[in-house]
């Protein structure tokens, strides 16, 4: 049976499936992304740049088509489909205008010679291991400032999005892309560890879980590769005050329930002080309680169901875990009823540590509320998480907020918003939420050589 294949979320139904990578076709995208990079390499920037943007376009052109592929493939609403469409769209962009001036030379005022200048020069074939709950956006993320430096990717895609990762080769090749400069693998893990080891690959770069980034970080510090990791999150939202319940609520709602409260920077813990608890618990539980589930083909539908079946499974065991160890259920907390892999939105309060609830991801529509006392109380319970990836402080008092914001162990913090992603933002976290920077200027300084040319009259 074929390890890739399409399974609609909503209905349960397997609608194609691809067969994996034989040896021969290992060595094949090896050799191809290696000779692919020889030639690449030499391509002007702006030749690179205008790929890039005509890659931007041909996403907006296609948008309708996109959305439709990972709303059948993950279970995404249409409607945020085409959200992540565009964002991408946004990032290949970004890179196509900026990209050459990132590009340009470094001229350092060392004194000594007559000349010291840091070129960004590329080092190679990069492997890239990406998820489903993003399937667009995480690999753009990826992709863009490497192919604009002038890498060349092997892009190995979430077993359940192959139809999603053949778009975006078939993109690729539309904008001009050389056909060796991006290649799409369908290759197990194993294949994969292969690949890293494989002295033609410079790289990897993984966005997933903890247990797939172990792995991977392994077996490239065994083969000294560099690796970026973009793992799971637990992110906070504290509120300290509100001067509009309401607003608050509803902001928390679309956080936490967008894509299925499946992104590993979704607000999973929200920690309020005392005065505000009460209303907000309240609220939040009647927002989670009347938000609908539908097709995510829908045009009109808010919340689609899970990946997949195992992962709404695993999530109703985290919350029976929660629920028979004393935690109280204020909304949801069941599967529903049908084919689909669909869950409440569910609300728990009085979670503790001894709970999976308290330390593990909830990876889907699931919130947690806790009370504290003070702001440093809401500091110290966000950082007691072993997750590090982003959180926000919403209050009036800005300053007062900030300073919260700033004490936050995490690599993205924000003050009366939550998780804004930009092409000109870096993303990244600290801790067990991952290493490295993706985005901005700062996603082309992962996979790069930063190379002194120092010169001298004798």
Known sequence: MAKYKTVNPATGETVREFTTLDDAGVESALSRAHNGYLDWRTTAAEERARI?????????????????????????????AKGEVKLSSAIYRYYA??????????????????????????????????????????????????????????????????QSAL?????????????????????TNEQIADMIADPRVQGVSLTGSERAGTSVAETAGRNLKKVVLELGGSDVFVVLDTDDMDATVKTA?????????QACNSPKRFIVTEPNYDEFVSKLAESFKATPTGDPLDAKTVLGPLSSQSA????????????AKGATLLAGGKKIDGPGSYVEPTLLVDVTPEMRAYSEELFGPVGVVYKVATADEAVELANSSSY????????TDLDGAREVADRLDVGMAFVNEHGTTLPGLPFGGVKRSGVGRELGPWGMDEFVNKKLVRVSKK
């Open 253 to 261: 709602t679309r956080a936490r329930l967008s894509n299925a409260g």
């Open 52 to 80: 890039l943007g005509r890659t931007a376009d041909l996403y907006a052109e296609r948008e309708d088509e996109l959305a439709r592929m990972i709303a059948l493939e993950m279970g995404k609403p249409v409607r945020e």
């Open 388 to 395: 590090g990836l982003s959180g926000s402080v919403w209050s």
């Open 97 to 162: 205008d900026n990209g050459p001036a990132l590009l340009e030379a470094e001229r350092l005022d060392v004194p000594g010679a007559d000349e010291s200048v840091v070129y960004r020069r590329p080092i190679g074939a990069l492997v890239g291991v990406m998820p489903w709950n993003y399937p667009y956006y995480q690999v753009a993320r990826f992709a863009a400032p490497n192919l604009m430096l002038g890498n060349t990717v092997l892009l190995k895609h979430a077993p359940n999005c192959p």
């Open 167 to 187: 778009l975006m080769e078939e993109i690729f090749r539309q904008a001009g892309l050389p056909e060796d400069a991006y290649i799409n693998v369908f290759a």
């Open 312 to 323: 709404a499974d695993s999530l109703i065991e985290q919350i029976e875990d929660a629920v």
